[in-house]
């Protein structure tokens, strides 16, 4: 046997009880979300293909919807839910909320579309030449964060789409949330891999998120908590991981299913004001919102 094949053999041995460890570990950690409620929308606007999900406070809550294509913005009040759709020019792949506006990034489009104002109007939001939008999310401070897929970089934006700074990441980014002290944490598939990286774009720690079954986790969605935890939507296992700021596992979220609170193919989340996470229920159709059962961290 040559070198290389017992050096490969070596390494799955060492690998695969590590890995099969881990996913033990995670089958036994504490639940800590429950489910609170959960939005398909009206018989004029159900929803039907959510991919992501934005709020511009804890009474309005917007999906971006696929088989539209169009914004879905639920808006709460008296107990009930009134909804209404935006349509976009394009399949949307990502939506943020960036303190003044719903921005969406569009599938195969050069440009982002914008979202404001009491009538909900779209306007497009150029980017620098070349960019192919990936997911996005609001950044500290005013601005966004958004991956260029055909560079291989996160962008830093100014609210006009001009480019601010860049941060070369190598993978398959699926998940991209900014950091509480800048930076930001980027998600990776086929990895398992999550990675922060600093303000000025270095790389402080690389996280591995624990898998469930045969597949290996796939990071969808990301929220950083008020006390450091980061929690993250596992699209393959259909949960939420919760790790502390060290990368430890804290606990998980749902599993997958079909019943409430429960989900199927999770692709993107948010954290509301109040301190409960939305999350978009891509397999199941509906929007469904969860409370920590822990009490960590304080809304």
Same mark, same amino acid.
């Given at each position: #046997? ?266 993107? #989340? ?30």
């Amino acid at each position: #046997m040559s070198q290389r094949g017992t050096w490969r053999r070596c390494l799955i041995a060492w690998l695969l009880p590590a890995m099969a460890a881990t996913a033990a570990a995670a089958q036994r950690a504490p639940r800590v979300l429950a489910a609170d409620s959960a939005l398909e929308g009206s018989r004029a606007v159900e929803l039907r293909w959510p991919v992501a999900v934005a709020a511009a406070s804890s009474l309005e809550i917007a999906v971006a919807d696929a088989w539209g294509p169009r914004l879905v913005i639920f808006t709460t009040a008296a107990g009930s839910a009134q909804t209404r759709a935006v349509d976009l020019p394009a399949s949307p792949l990502d939506v943020a909320f960036d303190g003044e506006r719903y921005v969406v990034a569009l599938r195969g489009r050069g440009a982002l579309v914008t979202v404001e104002g009491p009538d909900f109007e779209p306007r497009s939001l150029g980017l620098p030449a070349g960019v192919v939008p990936g997911p996005l999310a609001a950044a500290p401070g005013g601005g966004l964060l958004l991956y260029d897929a055909a560079g291989g970089r996160v962008l830093t934006l100014d609210a006009a789409g001009a480019q601010r700074g860049e941060t070369m990441v190598a993978g398959h980014l699926t998940a991209l949330v900014a950091g509480a002290g800048g930076g930001f944490y980027a998600g990776f598939a086929g990895l398992a891999e999550i990675r922060r990286y600093g303000p000025d774009g270095s790389l402080l720690a690389t996280w591995t998120v624990p898998g469930e079954g045969p597949l290996a986790a796939w990071p969808s969605g990301m929220v950083v908590e008020p006390g450091g935890d980061l929690l993250i939507a596992d699209r393959h296992a259909g949960r939420i991981v919760v790790l502390d700021a060290a990368g430890r596992l804290v606990g998980v979220g749902s599993r997958r299913g079909w019943d409430a609170g429960q989900l199927l193919e999770p692709a993107g #989340m948010t954290r509301l004001p109040d301190g409960r996470l939305a999350v978009a229920d891509q397999g199941n159709g509906r929007l469904q919102i969860f409370r920590r059962l822990d009490g960590r961290p304080a809304p």
